[in-house]
């Protein structure tokens, strides 16, 4: 099995950026799909962005296209979520997850999708 460990969270003034990171172990995530949730005080888990295992596709909420960059490095294991612009509405514990499912057999964006998790880190957006 997958071992999730996110960092990079942190306070940040609205307009800011963070880098979050998130260290595999266990298992390569060549073989994973990776994925970026958050969810706020109250709120459900949201989806954020995905990156597929086989090409490299990547995919993004609505809300996060255009400043949010997904990423992966193979050799170190880890994928980042770079998050430019930030709201205060935004802030969240961000979680890392990862996926052995095929994109065409089920829906990335529901946490269902998803075989292993990461403890998540806070971000928090200061208005």
């Known amino acids: 099995q997958v071992q999730l460990v996110e960092s990079g969270g942190g306070l940040v003034q609205a307009g800011g950026s963070l880098r979050l990171s998130c260290a595999a172990s266990g298992r390569t995530i060549s073989s994973y799909s990776m994925g970026w949730f958050r969810q706020a005080p109250g709120k459900e888990r949201e989806f954020v962005a995905v990156i597929s295992w086989s090409v490299g596709s990547t995919y993004y909420s609505d809300s996060v296209k255009g400043r949010f960059t997904i990423s992966r490095d193979n050799a170190k294991n880890t994928v980042y979520l770079q998050m430019n612009s930030l709201k205060p509405e935004e802030t969240a514990v961000y979680y890392c997850?990862?996926?052995?499912?095929?994109?065409?057999?089920?829906?990335?964006?529901?946490?269902?999708?998803?075989?292993?998790w990461g403890q998540g880190t806070q971000v928090t957006v200061s208005s």
């Open positions: 997850a990862a996926s052995r499912r095929s994109f065409g057999s089920s829906w990335y964006a529901s946490t269902g999708f998803y075989d292993y």
